[in-house]
């Protein structure tokens, strides 16, 4: 985030010239794969892909800001305040942490999670069993989250053996009233 008192401006960097170095540099096109907390959700029309990686998303310090810039949890007032545009950005959004974290991350990462799926917010959340904020455990689920872009970035067609199902119960949604 841009601290409030203006000493240093990190959204404004890296939602604006820096991305557009990126774009000229090396020849890139949308959608972008970000990993800040709030720069996604806040420019959603910027980004393709949102990826925090545990998250410290603390309930209980939402909202408030310090002297320089915001504690934490500055994804959920967003997330609040604006599903109904988050939902038709197509913003896509892996969120995951581990049940080890050492500093207790996956409480905000679960909440983080319940609030985006009370507001429909469609996202992949990960708790991986067994695994800590850092050491021998992060590799093997940061792998999972770069197969999560690398499918937004490549989206897979699709499945042909799923299709007769879906048509089946199309049907039978509609009926029930079920989008």
Not at 19 to 42: E, N
Not at 43 to 61: D, I, K, V, Y
Not at 111 to 120: I, K, M, Q, S
Not at 146 to 151: A, G, N
Request: proline share 8%; aromatic share 12%.
């Amino acid at each position: 985030m841009d601290y409030r008192d203006g000493t240093e401006k990190w959204e404004t960097f890296l939602a604006g010239p820096f991305r557009q170095h990126l774009q000229r540099t090396y020849d890139t096109s949308p959608p972008w794969v970000v990993w800040f907390l709030a720069l996604a959700l806040k420019h959603r029309e910027l980004f393709g892909a949102w990826r925090p990686s545990s998250p410290a998303s603390n309930p209980f310090t939402t909202g408030r800001t310090c002297s320089r810039g915001a504690i934490s949890g500055v994804a959920i007032p967003y997330a609040k305040a604006n599903p109904d545009k988050i939902r038709s950005s197509g913003l896509q959004i892996y969120l995951d942490c581990g049940d080890e974290d050492m500093f207790l991350l996956f409480e905000g990462s679960e909440f983080l999670h319940r609030v985006l799926y009370d507001a429909r917010i469609k996202h992949e959340y990960h708790l991986v069993l067994g695994a800590d904020h850092l050491g021998r455990t992060v590799r093997p689920w940061s792998m999972e989250a770069l197969q999560f872009l690398t499918r937004v970035l490549i989206p897979p067609a699709p499945d042909p053996a799923a299709e007769p199902t879906r048509k089946a119960l199309s049907f039978l949604k509609a009926k029930a009233g079920v989008k």
